[in-house]
């Protein structure tokens, strides 16, 4: 049996599913999920992310959230965490930056949130030195100081998706046609968790919400905001959501969400708004969106492009000014890519954010 099976099998018993369910069946499914049966990333995947690009990414990053463990009085022991770490590259080049920092190795506990067993292999390779604990959820994060990163970790949670029809919305759903998988439209109705977008939308628009981020984010800026520390989340969307953005990666290239179910990776847009909302409900303080081009130039990864290049020539130096272009150049990585940063009401925000 196909992952394409199980699910036509199941809306066969239970009617047309959400785009939520379909993504989480796709992506995490134990037998057949496109996250529990591979490694995703790099040429031979189907995508890549920021730190596969460029040492510079992670190193910049770690430095950022030692300066905010120092700004806030080195507080030990503290909780070093990702969200979704892929290969554990990003935490690797983060942990290398901050060898120098006194003290911050000595004090942090690595918590790695991981719901892929292919990527806790790889991660566990990659970490062996720093003994990581890997947890299922970000609420099992230990009660202390939490400094952590989630890049490109939003994306992947499942998305509910919604069309208006006058005050009331209509849920998109996949159900089946002639026996193939297909978008159709459940009966508009009333959704209070959109009333706020009755506002700002018109007769038909679509919008994206997802479930299981406010929890994630709650559970973040609870301690963040009770015990100190600081969060910075890097993925690609905008302050609001509005139309549909569900995409698939296949091979990197794109594809057709509903074709080849479990074979290529399913991502969203971040509604970040949400996001930082959610913070705001447990007394975190968030930071202004700001792109990964601009925050990457204020934390001087142009000064660290230079000082990676000066021993290089050749395909070696095109490749890094490549990397350099790719994270933050405009066009590139560098508006569609934000960041946005989460710190105590009353601490200073990470370096290269504004409140």
């Known amino acids: 049996m196909s992952l394409a099976d199980h699910l036509a099998a199941r809306i066969q018993a239970d009617g047309p599913m959400s785009v939520a369910a379909y993504m989480a069946d796709c992506l995490l499914h134990p037998q057949y999920g496109y996250y529990t049966t591979r490694d995703p990333l790099g040429a031979k ?3 890549i992310t920021a730190p596969e690009i460029s040492q510079m990414f992670g190193e ?18 503290f909780t070093l965490a990702e969200l979704g770490p892929g290969r554990g590259t990003l935490m690797a080049d983060l942990l290398r930056a901050t060898r120098g920092v006194p003290g911050f190795h000595a004090a942090m506990q690595l918590c790695l ?27 099992a994060l230990p009660d202390q100081p939490l400094f952590l990163v989630a890049n490109e970790f939003f994306d992947a949670l499942p998305i509910r998706q919604f069309i208006r029809s006058g005050d009331h919305w209509s849920e998109k759903r996949i159900g089946l046609t002639d026996g193939a998988l297909a978008f159709g439209l459940s009966p508009a109705a009333p959704q209070p968790a959109l009333d706020h977008r009755l506002q700002d939308t018109q007769e ?14 709650q559970a973040i800026a609870a301690r963040i905001a009770t015990h100190g520390g600081a969060a910075l989340i890097a993925d690609y969307g905008d302050w609001r959501a ?16 509903l074709q080849a179910p479990g074979e290529a990776d399913l991502t969203a847009h971040v509604d970040f708004e949400a996001l930082a909302m959610a913070a705001k409900s447990k007394g975190c303080a968030y930071t202004r969106l700001t792109p990964q ?20 020539q050749g395909d070696r130096l095109k490749t890094l000014i490549a990397a350099h272009r790719r994270l933050t150049h405009p066009e590139e990585m560098g508006n569609l890519f934000k960041i946005l940063g989460l710190y105590p009401s009353q601490a200073a925000p990470p370096p290269g954010l504004n409140p």
């Open 60 to 77: 910049l990053i770690g430095l950022a959230l030692a300066q905010c463990w120092l700004d806030q009085g080195a507080p030990a022991p």
């Open 113 to 139: 949130v991981e719901a892929s067993p292919e990527l806790r292999k790889s991660q566990a390779k990659t970490l062996e030195a720093y003994a990581p604990e890997w947890l299922d959820h970000a609420d």
């Open 293 to 312: 081009g601009v925050f990457l130039e204020r934390l001087g990864i142009t000064d660290r492009a230079r000082a990676l290049a000066a021993p290089l």
């Open 45 to 47: 995947g189907d995508f």
């Open 204 to 217: 038909g628009d679509l919008v994206e919400i997802c479930d299981a981020a406010a929890p994630a984010t």
């Open 242 to 257: 509005l139309g549909d953005t569900l995409q698939a990666l296949r091979a990197h290239e794109p594809a057709d969400p």
